[in-house]
């Protein structure tokens, strides 16, 4: 297998496992992996509150993320409000309600990171955390 293959096979193995762990957690709290993967975004950046942040920096599809905003609304898993000086932007805050659904989904993406750097020692996964770094920085140049 050459390097490039390498990354694809792995990138594709990645996205299975994780997405295998991260519905399953959503399943016990009857949201779907979308819903799951918003909630986690909300929670992990501070700051990045709209739905647009999401869609850019998740790359979620805007359809997608619309409708799962109104399921977690409906659910009140998070709240709405309009920005005060935009009524165009609305922006997102977990509720309590979604506390214990959090806990499962973060405890998921802990068993998947330990999962995946299993036998690997800190000073490697420090190696392979900055290799990712620039590769993102190198994708984001060319996109």
């Known amino acids: 297998m050459n390097s490039l293959s390498d990354i694809l096979t792995t990138s594709w193995l990645f996205h299975q496992l994780y997405s295998r762990k991260i519905g399953k957690a959503?399943?016990?709290h009857d949201i779907s992996k979308t819903e799951a993967d918003i909630l986690l975004f909300l929670q992990n950046n501070p700051g990045f509150d709209?739905?647009?942040?999401?869609?850019?920096?998740?790359?979620?599809?805007k359809s997608y993320v619309s409708k799962s905003i109104d399921i977690l609304a409906n659910k009140n898993f998070l709240i709405t409000s309009p920005?005060?000086?935009?009524?165009?932007?609305?922006?997102?805050?977990?509720?309590?309600?979604a506390e214990a659904a959090l806990i499962d989904l973060k405890e998921a993406q802990e068993e998947v990171f330990t999962l995946i750097t299993r036998n690997i020692s800190e000073e490697r996964k420090n190696e392979v955390r900055l290799a990712f770094r620039q590769i993102a920085a190198n994708i984001k140049e060319e996109l």
Request: include cysteine; glycine fraction near 4%.
């Open 26 to 28: 959503a399943s016990c």
């Open 50 to 61: 709209t739905a647009k942040d999401i869609v850019n920096i998740r790359g979620i599809a």
């Open 83 to 97: 920005d005060s000086k935009d009524r165009r932007v609305t922006h997102l805050q977990l509720t309590k309600e």
